[in-house]
């Protein structure tokens, strides 16, 4: 069986794959625009991805695929419509990169309350600071508003407890029953979790139902000085409406993913966000530890694993 990773992978997937005779072909320089013809090319029947586009001129030209795989939870850079229409099956590895995504998350509100970057910033410029930083709020005893409950929602709960917050979520599918069993609150929707929250974290998926919905009115119903934390998706925030709030000193944000962010490892950044007032941006690397990495990994080799010994992989996303 062949399988082209258009990613970069960890060699012990590569291995993994190896070791249960896949033919592996790897090009982690692929991109949406030169997948079609690496795919017509090699005519793999599994293409694992982690950040590459997959539009559905790619899986026109895979005539022999049968399964994609995203080495990551979220899906949205793979054409599912495309992927459904020629018979094509979407797995992906949820959860497997929850603790490091919740992990950073928290390190930015460590970060906007205690202003840890601007004080490493202005010591390495030789200025001692210490009058301005001394004003840091803390975590205990804040309201910490969750918008998602999936497993990296689920994830920033007992780290909440840990810092002896109070949690308040927002879910479509969670019951009030289920919530009290996690000890937290369920909020009677979107705009409660605003108006309550001391600091709002998100961990939703994007779709249509949740594009943009951390709009100006949302922003609007927060609590002055209040913390906007987003390591889910750039396009779930009205970033327009965001860098309002926040150059007025409404609120402050944490952001790891945001509109415009270079798509390269490696490339220059003259956007807004560079020196926005009131945010601190981290370089989408909520899923980027070696310990979500590997476990990531293992996922996709036990998909193929699983695939090639029944001819159905679990973690189907498009039915």
Known sequence: MKVLVADKLEQSALDGLKNH?????????????????????HQPTILIVRSTLVPAPAIEAGTNLKLIIRAGAGVNNIDLAAASAHG?????CPGKNAVA???LAF?????????IPDNVTDLRN?????KTYSKGIGLFGQTLGLVGMG??????????????????IYSRWMSNEDAEKLGVTKAGDLKDIARQSDIVSLHTSLSSDTRGMINADFINAMKPGAMLINTARAEVVDQAALLGATTAGKIRAGLD?????????EAPYEGPLSNAKGIYCTHHIGASTNQA?????AEVVRIVEVFQSTGTAPNVVNG
Do not use: H, Y
């Open 107 to 115: 390190g930015l509100m460590l970060s906007l309350d205690r202003f």
């Open 293 to 297: 990495q590997e476990a990531v990994a």
């Open 151 to 168: 497993s990296i929602g689920q994830e920033m709960i007992p780290r909440a407890k840990a810092f002896g917050m109070n949690v308040l």
């Open 126 to 130: 030789g200025k001692w600071n210490k």
């Open 88 to 92: 094509v099956s979407v797995a992906n």
């Open 257 to 265: 993913v945001f509109e415009g962010e270079p798509s390269a490892a």
């Open 21 to 41: 005779g896949c033919e592996v072909v790897q090009n982690a320089d692929l991109n949406g625009d030169t997948l079609p013809s690496a795919l017509s090319e």
């Open 101 to 103: 995504v919740a992990e």
